[in-house]
């Protein structure tokens, strides 16, 4: 049985890593599907935590690399739950690179995803609601709404148009 309303701070979760050589290409630059995999599983712990069931990845939002990121480099995903609709949950995963001998930090990249929560019987199932706390968080759950609405939006003109792009 979930509860009926989770804050965003009883689900904040950080993910850490080094990166390392096999990370990366021979230029010694992470590869982006290194940081993806982190950057979802960090999403994805945060909203099992909000929604007390398994979740699948069902969309994730344009991923920009604002900054390289090095083999070396310390890597932190810090994730947190923006929006929540019946089923769905949104997650913010914000990368930040991290030179551990200097101790200088950067924002690498945020992204958006979204989970839908799955029951025991595999469909979806009914989140508990998102409790706002701070005027940051209400700002963030505004702008994931209209993130939702254009989903939305988008899935429904690519059903209208058959799935393939017409």
Do not use: W
């Amino acid at each position: 049985m979930t509860s009926v309303s989770k804050t965003v701070a009883e689900t904040r979760f950080s993910l850490s890593a080094l990166m390392n050589p096999r990370d990366a290409n021979p230029l010694g630059n992470v590869h982006g599907g290194a940081i993806m995999k982190l950057v979802d599983e960090a999403g994805a712990i945060v909203a099992m935590r909000h929604a007390g069931y398994p979740v699948v990845t069902v969309a994730i939002d344009s991923m920009t690399f604002l900054e390289p990121i090095r083999v070396g480099n310390l890597v932190t995903c810090e994730a947190t739950v923006t929006f929540v609709g019946q089923t769905s949950i949104e997650t913010r995963v914000e990368v930040i690179a991290e030179n551990p001998y200097e101790g200088s930090r950067t924002t690498a990249n945020v992204a958006h995803l979204v989970y839908v929560a799955l029951g025991n019987n595999g469909r979806p199932v009914k989140v508990p609601a998102l409790e706002i706390v701070t005027e940051v968080e209400k700002e963030r759950e505004q702008l994931a709404a209209e993130r939702q609405r254009l989903r939305r939006q988008r899935r429904d003109e690519e059903r209208m148009s058959g799935g393939n792009g017409r």
